[in-house]
Structure formats: C-alpha cells, structure tokens
Nanobody, 126 residues
Framework: QVQLVESGGGSVQAGGSLRLSCAAS????????MGWFRQAPGKEREVVAA???????IKYADSVKGRFTISRDTKNTVYLQMNSLTPEDTAIYYC????????????????????WGQGTQVTVSS
C-alpha cells in the first residue's frame, strides 16, 4: 500500500554532512509515524530517528542527538539531515512507516514499522 524510496546517500569525510530523503507513494503517509533506521555490518538494525504524524513528537538515538535532524513535509517526503558525521555513522540507512502510530509518540522499535524502503548507503571516511 505504501512504497518508500530513499535517496541522498553517498561517501563523505568525517565532519561532513548529508541529507537523506524518503519519498512515499501509494497510500498517503500523513497519518503515519515515520522513522529512519540504520544497519552497519555485523551490527543489529537500530533506530536513528522517528517522527509522529504531525511532526510534533520526535525521538533520536542518543548517538545522533545534536547532530541529526528528522523532518517531514505536509505531503509525502521525510528527511534526515546528518551533520558532523563520523565513521561510526557508516551504515545502510532505511526509511520506514508505522501505520498504527496516529496520534502517538513515534515508536523506536523496528517491528512496529510495516513499510520499508530499500535503503541507501552512507559511508564516512576518516
């Protein structure tokens, strides 16, 4: 019902910035919580940031607080601005949608997200 496509990944040196975008099609996502997750080689998938349908409630992983910003527009796009990148941020980044989160604080649990994009690679070199 919802298709998600990430873009904006790439290679950057430590201290640099990238902005990821997630474009949704199909069913409208305006009532869905949205999240960014990442998975590095040999590690579990982890939440990076999540945002409520209204945009009024946001959660960040401790490791990215103060460096990353999640946002959404009023239509079909979610963003992740990533600043002060470090090699530890190297991972595949996934956009995901939670259709059951209407009016709630966004979940940080990946199992609650029903729709996922294909991912975009972010590589940070030192």
């Amino acid at each position: 019902q919802v298709q998600l496509v990430e873009s904006g990944g790439g290679s950057v040196q430590a201290g640099g910035s990238l902005r990821l975008s997630c474009a949704a099609s199909g069913r409208a996502i305006s009532f869905y919580a949205m999240g960014w997750f990442r998975q590095a080689p040999g590690k579990e998938r982890e939440v990076v940031a999540a945002i409520s349908p209204s945009g009024g409630s946001i959660k960040y992983a401790d490791s990215v607080k103060g460096r990353f910003t999640i946002s959404r527009d009023t239509k079909n796009t979610v963003y992740l601005q990533m600043n002060s990148l470090t090699p530890e941020d190297t991972a595949i980044y996934y956009c995901a949608a939670d259709p059951l989160a209407r009016g709630r604080v966004p979940s940080t649990q990946s199992n609650n997200y029903a729709y996922w994009g294909q991912g975009t690679q972010v590589t940070v070199s030192s």
